[in-house]
């Protein structure tokens, strides 16, 4: 039973559709590995087990019946503590929140129960979703599953920490700048940006409305393809015969290669090759409106952040983290017509984007330039925690900015994941590459 602590989601669905795995035992088993996990309350805020064995129990009977709702259904996932669970806590990290108790689920989580997938509970996250790092001091801080004295990714945090270190199948998590792809890149999984409004967001707990996205971290693109599916309420991708050759893509440099750490980039060029080596042409490309929008990201996110929670946040501004409520509070600086401005930039630098990246197939950079940051400095030192910050989230943020779909694959080297972005709206191309790239990273 503990082999299926490790195995992907898919792989599990298989068991149970062959008669082979019980999503009771399954369940418990989860149930029971958490339990025991030293770390268990740095990655789980809070626990459902009576849901989660009792929808075990429903998969069950299906099972039985050949009544399957989905090829997950009795597989049990977890979720970022910022969508809706009726009447469990749902808190999104933040003090500012505590004892909040949603009525309904969340849509996507809706979607997925009637699928048959199993809730195991929410997991810690980044404080109101607004750091790629994965600190938090208000509630609690998960591990990296490669360095026990780093910090591992977020906001997404607990969402990869359940799945890296064997407590969930898969976790679910929101994308607003990188925060499903920067945990997924530094605990080694795959890792789904959806295109923007794809998901839907009723019953997420908000930080930027027109970035919010919704999607899995998990250990392969077929399970990242079949939980779309069920969040989305709609078939899986056809992902068979996925091939790299004759593929196009495009390395995005200056920006996105500027100041990449020595690790990340020696991955990335490894990786690179691996996937020249399966057939992909790749060319290195210069968009310099990449540059300008980035410039656009403190107006754009901190006005829509700020705007959403200026009220709750300056009722009792002593309950936050200092380093999230600084940068909340940064949106004071942007008027209306600055945010306006800065709207009109974005669409342009988005029109000149499209009309670079059209004959590609996808654009490929280093998921994070940055390692794992030390969780002790980041506690002690103010500039290193700004710095690494920005640096964590600055490639991911152009997928955002630029209105992408996009994917972290892991290369190999620990902490080190590739990212795809393609166009809006086409993730079923984008999953399909990503099949064929895992092959040859793998």
Known sequence: MQDWLQMTAADLGRG????????VALTQTYLDAIEAHALKDRIYARLTKDRALAEAAAAAERAVTGQRLSPLDGVPISWKDLFDTAGVGTEAGSKLLKDRVPDHDARVLQNATAAGLVCLGKTHMSELAFSGLGYNPSTDTPPCVNDAGAVPGGSSSGAAASVAFGLAAAGIGSDTGGSVRIPSAWNDLVGLKTTAGRLSLEGVVPLALKFDTVGPLCRS??????????MEGRKP????????????????DTVATQGVRDTPMAAFEGAVARLQDAGARVDHIEIPEVETALAQSTCLYTSEA???????????????????????????????????????????????YDRATAGYDAVILPTAPIMPPNLERL??????????NLMAL??????????????????GVPSCGLMMMAAPDCEGALLRLGAAAEQALS
């Open 237 to 252: 991708f056809d992902l068979a015969g996925a091939s790299l050759a004759g593929r196009r893509l495009a390395v995005l």
């Open 221 to 230: 693109i077929e399970d990242a393809n079949l939980l779309t599916a069920v």
């Open 16 to 23: 149970i559709a062959a008669g082979d795995i019980d999503p």
């Open 379 to 388: 506690n002690s030192d103010h500039d290193y925690y700004i710095t690494e």
């Open 394 to 411: 600055r490639n991911t943020r152009i997928g955002n900015l630029m209105g992408l779909c996009a994917l972290s694959l892991p290369t």
């Open 306 to 352: 700020y705007g959403l929670w200026r009220d709750v946040i300056e009722a009792n501004p002593e309950a936050m983290y200092s380093e999230i409520l600084q940068r909340f509070q940064l949106g004071k600086n942007h008027s209306g017509p600055d945010y306006v401005a800065a709207w009109a930039t974005l669409d342009a630098a988005r029109m000149a």
